[in-house]
């Protein structure tokens, strides 16, 4: 468990000085930070992929490692930690959040392919 909290405090630093970094002005500076808290992260989140009876840790950390995911355009793995938190017994509240992710590295593309054009930006202007 050591490991486990260990591996999520790095991921939280280098999340945390990533915000700093957009903040300061520098992108790829924030790109990199992000990349490395989702590394971390997600080795978190394997650590605890099995215990289906620790939760809601084991549901918050996919969570989290799933929106870094996105944040870093690794859109498969998010759906697949999504995929991992949902199997187990996660929290509603927890569930909730995880399906809106899924909804939101998919939505865009299913439109898409029924040919409508949607800027993502608008989408809070189109659902109230």
């Known amino acids: 468990m050591s490991q486990l909290?260990?591996?999520?405090?790095?991921?939280m630093d280098f999340a945390e000085a990533a915000t700093v970094a957009r903040l300061r002005g520098a992108p790829e500076e924030a790109a990199q930070l992000i990349r490395q808290a989702?590394?971390?992260?997600?080795q978190a989140a394997a650590l605890i992929a099995s215990a289906v009876d620790a939760e809601p840790t084991r549901s918050v950390l996919h969570r989290s490692a799933a929106s870094l995911?996105?944040?870093?355009?690794?859109?498969r793995i998010a759906e697949r930690l999504i995929a991992t938190a949902l199997?187990?017994?996660?929290?509603?509240?927890?569930?909730?959040?995880?399906?809106?992710?899924f909804i939101?590295?998919?939505l865009n593309q299913y439109l898409q392919r029924q040919g409508i054009?949607?800027?993502?930006?608008?989408?809070?202007?189109?659902i109230p």
């Open 104 to 106: 939101q590295i998919n």
């Open 38 to 42: 989702f590394e971390q992260e997600t």
């Open 69 to 75: 995911a996105i944040e870093c355009g690794e859109l």
């Open 87 to 101: 199997s187990g017994n996660p929290p509603p509240e927890i569930a909730e959040e995880l399906k809106d992710l």
């Open 117 to 126: 054009r949607l800027n993502l930006a608008e989408i809070p202007n189109i």
């Open 5 to 11: 909290r260990s591996l999520h405090q790095q991921a």
